[in-house]
Every structure is written in structure tokens, then in C-alpha cells.
């Protein structure tokens, strides 16, 4: 990034969670959002005048329970989920018996091997093996199983120790596209951060914007055009707007 780089005041800030503003648990529900965290963001949406989103594989309830009393503009499951920022919640439609179907199967898996955890959101299913790294492969079977029953409109999500079963047409970059279009973040330079595999369609999207695309830690490849080494430094990083300081190219 040259030091020409625009003001952050200009900028729509979009951010994952997990791996980016928290630290990776062993469970969904091992992490806890700290009270300087919550400060943090809120003082950065206040520069912002408003244009910050989070856009996470949580669902939006549980973003809401982790980071309460505050309620971001946000998109959850990886897409599926979007509130806007006038409160506007827009949800797919799906087939809530399949789901359960499909849900019922892979919880039944996963009570026959220790370690695995499912994760219900609803729209989708999310199995995580951190607890139990033994059983990726058996976890990849499964999850490929039940989706050539779901058929197309489903897809699998891998992402770090996990693997999701959701609707297919949502996606990170999907959500970030919509909220460009909307107030507070049209007419912006559209910023993401995020830490993993389930973001880097989401830093393609932001690419073809010409936005800054940056990806936490160091992974071998990524689309993302910059690069912070830990869930710190993008916490430190985000206590210098404004003035921004840039982060590292990503190599």
C-alpha cells in the first residue's frame, strides 16, 4: 500500500471474526469478546460514520449474543444471513425439512465419535473436527455424502479444523458486494479482513473494487493484497485510524 493510501474516514470497513478480531477456540463457543473489543469497534464505526460490518460464518443471533449490548451491520453464514443497516434482516429460503433431515444424519455421526462437534445455524450445518484431527477425512466423506443428496444448491464451506454444509448462492464477497450498493458504505473504498480460506472470495470481491484485501497470519497463498501476522496486530492496527498505518504486502 503507497502512502498515498485514502484517509480511512473514507473507507467501508467489512471484518471477519474469528481468527481475525478473536483468537481460533476449540469450540464456537469457547471464545469471549473482551469489553476493550467491543469499545474498539465502536469507536472505530463512530469514524467511520457508521460504515462498518461484520461478515462472519457466525449466524447474526450469535454474533449479536457474542458482542451485546452492541449490534453491528452484519452478514452471517458465510452470506446467508444480512442485516442492513436500517435493521432489515434478509434470510434464503430454504427447506427447513430437508435441513432437518440432513441435520438429524450428521448429528447421529457425530455421537458415535468422540471429539467432532456440529454446529446448527439453521441454514446450514457446520461439523468441526479440532478436537479430533484424526477424523478429517471421515469428516470429508460424510459431509460430501449428504451433500450429493442436498443436490446444487447446496455447497461445502472447509475452513480451519471445520467443514459447512450451507446454500450456495451466499457467499462473504456476495454480501460485501450488496452492502456496497447500500448507505453508509456506497461510494467508498470497500476494506476486508479476514484470516482463512471461507475469506478469500470475499478478498477476490474486494480486488475487482479496487479495495485493500488483507489477510491475517501466514498462509502460503491468498488473494489478499496485504497481510497482518495475528489476531493483535489487527487489533493494534485498527487503534491507528486515523492515520492508518499499512499494513504488509501479502508475498
Known amino acids: 500500500m503507497s502512502e498515498s493510501a485514502p484517509n480511512m474516514q473514507g473507507w467501508a470497513l467489512f471484518l471477519d471474526v474469528d481468527g481475525t478480531l478473536l483468537e481460533l477456540a476449540e469450540t464456537p463457543q469457547g471464545v469471549h469478546v473482551p469489553t476493550h473489543l467491543k469499545h474498539l469497534l465502536e469507536d472505530v464505526r463512530w469514524r467511520l460514520d457508521g460504515a462498518l460490518a461484520l461478515v462472519s460464518g457466525r449466524s447474526l443471533a450469535n454474533l449479536d449474543g457474542l458482542f451485546s449490548p452492541l449490534k453491528f451491520i452484519a452478514s452471517g453464514v458465510h452470506g446467508c444471513e444480512r442485516r442492513t443497516a436500517d435493521g432489515h434482516v434478509l434470510r434464503p429460503e430454504v427447506d427447513a425439512a430437508t435441513i432437518a433431515r440432513v441435520r438429524g444424519q450428521l448429528a447421529e ?111 502460503a497463498a491468498t488473494r489478499a493484497k496485504y497481510r497482518l501476522g495475528s489476531v493483535s496486530e489487527v487489533l493494534r492496527w485498527l487503534q491507528t485510524v486515523p492515520p492508518v498505518v499499512p499494513p504488509q504486502p501479502a508475498q
Open 109 to 219: 455421526f457425530v455421537r458415535g465419535h468422540e471429539g467432532l462437534l456440529l454446529e446448527d445455524k439453521h441454514y446450514a450445518v457446520a461439523m468441526h473436527f479440532r478436537r479430533a484431527p484424526e477424523m478429517q477425512d471421515e469428516v470429508y466423506r460424510i459431509m460430501n455424502e449428504v451433500l450429493t443428496h442436498l443436490g446444487p444448491t447446496f455447497a461445502l464451506q472447509a475452513g480451519k479444523s471445520v467443514l459447512e454444509l450451507r446454500p450456495g448462492a451466499w457467499t462473504k464477497g456476495s454480501s460485501i458486494t450488496s452492502f456496497m450498493q447500500e448507505a453508509p458504505f456506497a461510494g467508498r473504498i470497500p476494506v476486508f479482513i479476514g484470516d482463512d480460506v471461507t475469506d478469500e472470495d470475499a478478498f477476490e470481491v474486494v480486488n475487482e473494487m479496487k479495495g485493500v484485501s488483507i489477510r491475517v497470519g501466514q498462509a
